[in-house]
């Protein structure tokens, strides 16, 4: 009997045993210690660059040089600012879009038929806008100076203003004044042209 119960509990030790390290050797969930210090104060600190935006056209101010530029007219012709330096050219930036600017162009050509043709050039680019939509419109409000196509509006964009807005340009080529307002009569353009004596 004893030599039947010695190996029993032998055995029975041996499968405690192998439990007890079974269980030990169970895989636990992994878990960061408290202590441990987040990766990103570990690894070196690189300078932190901000994201560049799009190149942007700087703005144009008052004493700057204007931007030259060559364009096509509505009726084909091809324009060179620097053409007409020697007439101190006014400059007038617009779209069909912006009502503005469909009531001030009016006011211009009112003032283009009193203008003496050797001081003054009045030049009206059209920013990105097709050319028919443009001939159409110059056509409606009677326009009889330069209407210039800017397609892409490149030349808009050198200028760095929107739409309405207006450079007086001398004849050597410097803005010397810029109106980024709506004109609401003429006797204003007038009075600005007074002051060079360009009218």
Do not use: H
């Not at 680019?125 to 009677?142: C, F, L, P, S, T």
């Not at 109106?179 to 007074?194: A, R, T």
Request: glycine letters at 6%; a negative charge; one cysteine or more.
């Amino acid at each position: 009997m004893k030599k039947i119960i010695m190996p029993l509990v032998i055995m029975v030790v041996i499968a405690t045993l192998m439990t007890i390290t079974g269980l030990s050797c169970k895989q636990q969930p992994f878990k960061l210690p408290g202590s441990l210090v987040p990766p990103e104060q570990v690894l070196p600190q690189l300078p932190q660059e901000d994201p560049q935006p799009f190149p942007v056209t700087e703005r144009k101010e008052k004493g700057d040089t204007a931007p030259d530029f060559t364009l096509q007219t509505i009726d084909g012709q091809t324009l060179t600012l620097s053409q007409f330096l020697g007439k101190n050219p006014v400059l007038n930036f617009w779209v069909s879009t912006c009502p503005a600017c469909l009531e001030e162009l009016p006011l211009f050509q009112a003032i283009y038929n009193k203008l003496p043709t050797d001081k003054t050039v009045i030049l009206a680019v059209n920013a990105g806008e097709r050319d028919k939509i443009v001939q159409y419109e110059a056509q409606r409000m009677k326009l009889t100076f330069p209407v210039l196509l800017d397609p892409d509006g490149k030349v808009c964009k050198s200028y760095g203003r929107g739409s309405p807005t207006t450079f007086f340009i001398d004849n050597k080529g410097t803005i010397i004044e810029i109106v980024d307002e709506v004109f609401e009569d003429p006797k204003e353009i007038e009075n600005i042209l007074k002051i060079w004596r360009w009218l």
